[in-house]
Antibody
């Protein structure tokens, strides 16, 4: 069965950096785009970024462009999100999700909390 | 930029029909997908490409999309349907979510 497990969250000071990971299993990882989606406390869902199966096509939301980098290691079935220059409004639960080619998200991880606070 | 508009909240009596709308300019020209998020849990896909149901989603859930409005309909509402519901589209290489609707089952 498809499983997505995020890790790497925690508390970081404003201006700091954090790297999130997502371990995928149960499907042919290289066949799928993967995505990060976040949810600030008490707020709605916000798409962050997605990456193609080969890693060649990458898109970011304007709110994070220039501060985050999505990547993947297909040999290890892993997805990453490097976040730099973190701000308080980056505080959120970050979800790893599998993106269907028709651009919907059919499987989600359980989420990992990132808190940006001094 | 494209925007999706959802009502903040919808209430439905137990066993009755709930209707949650998602509005956007010429939304009928796009595919709309719907997610259910119960408190403290990750979202799950309940409708994709306007009206298709993933395996494991009850037939009580259905969707439609025409003109400027997409609709998620839940018939015979149950207590377990109480959750936040989000619509989502793809526009110009970006993914957009509606603001979410809290469904309360009375």
């Amino acid at each position: 069965q498809v499983q997505l497990v995020e890790s790497g969250g925690g508390v970081v000071k404003p201006g700091g950096s954090l790297r999130l990971s997502c371990a995928a299993s149960g499907f042919a990882f290289t066949d799928y785009y993967m995505s990060w989606i976040r949810q600030a406390p008490g707020k709605g869902l916000e798409w962050v970024s997605y990456i193609s199966g080969s890693g060649d096509n990458i898109y970011y939301a304007d709110s994070v462009k220039g501060r985050v980098t999505i990547s993947r290691d297909n040999a290890k079935n892993s997805l990453f999100l490097q976040m730099n220059s973190l701000r308080a409004d980056d505080t959120a639960v970050y979800y790893c999700a599998r993106r269907h080619w028709n651009v919907y998200f059919d499987y989600w991880g359980q989420g990992i909390l990132v808190t940006v606070s001094s | 930029s494209f925007e999706l508009t959802q009502p903040l909240s919808v209430s439905v009596a137990l066993g009755q029909t709930a209707t949650i709308t998602c509005g956007g300019n010429n939304l009928g020209n796009k595919h709309v997908h719907w997610y259910q998020q119960r408190p403290g849990q990750a979202p799950i896909l309940v409708i994709y490409r306007d009206y298709s149901r993933p395996s494991g989603i009850p037939e009580r859930f259905s969707g439609s999309n025409s003109g400027n409005t997409a609709t998620l309909t839940i018939i015979q509402a149950q207590a377990g349907d109480e959750a936040d519901y989000y619509c989502q589209v793809w526009d110009n290489y970006s993914v957009l979510f509606g603001g979410g609707t809290k469904l309360t089952v009375l």
